[in-house]
């Protein structure tokens, strides 16, 4: 893949990428699985003008440390977290665009459990069972640890 990214450097525990999951597929014994908060998961959507289905970063309770690899637009939503790009606090629930180089922290939830971090367009990893949620107990979906660059 190429493109700007977000180089992750640092990422809490619990953090995965979720999108609506895979309903329709428990008869043949798959979780449906997908965010915890849709509500939160399509606000974030909305926000970028993304498609229903795009996926997002699930950040349960605190999120992490990510560097832009170029220039991009992301938006936050869900339970609001601590957020500051490059030093400076900015607010939760809003759009922001990233220059390459640009630092992006996001702390621990200030209320509320799950935040979600949304790339224009979309988290870009390979659907599995036609969704891109993780669901690490039945080994679905994409594991994201530092180093990786979000798409």
Do not use: K
Not at 18 to 46: H, K, N, S, Y
Not at 84 to 101: C, F, H, K, M, Y
């Amino acid at each position: 893949m190429t493109g700007p990214g977000l180089r992750i450097q640092s990422l809490a525990p619990g953090a995965s990428v979720q999108d609506r999951g895979r309903p329709g597929l428990q008869r043949f014994g798959v979780t449906g699985g997908g965010a915890m908060d849709m509500v939160a998961l399509a606000e974030g959507q909305i926000l970028l003008g993304n498609p229903p289905a795009a996926a997002a970063l699930e950040l349960a309770m605190a999120g992490g440390r990510f560097v832009a690899t170029g220039p991009l637009v992301i938006a936050t939503s869900g339970a609001e977290m601590a957020l500051s790009v490059n030093g400076t606090q900015r607010p939760w629930r809003a759009v922001i665009d990233l220059e390459a180089g640009d630092v992006v922290e996001i702390g621990a939830a200030r209320s509320g459990v799950y935040g979600y971090l949304h790339l224009t367009g979309g988290l870009d990893v390979p659907p599995v069972l036609g969704s891109r949620a993780t669901h690490a107990r039945a080994g679905l979906g994409p594991r994201i640890e530092a180093g990786m660059v979000l798409r």
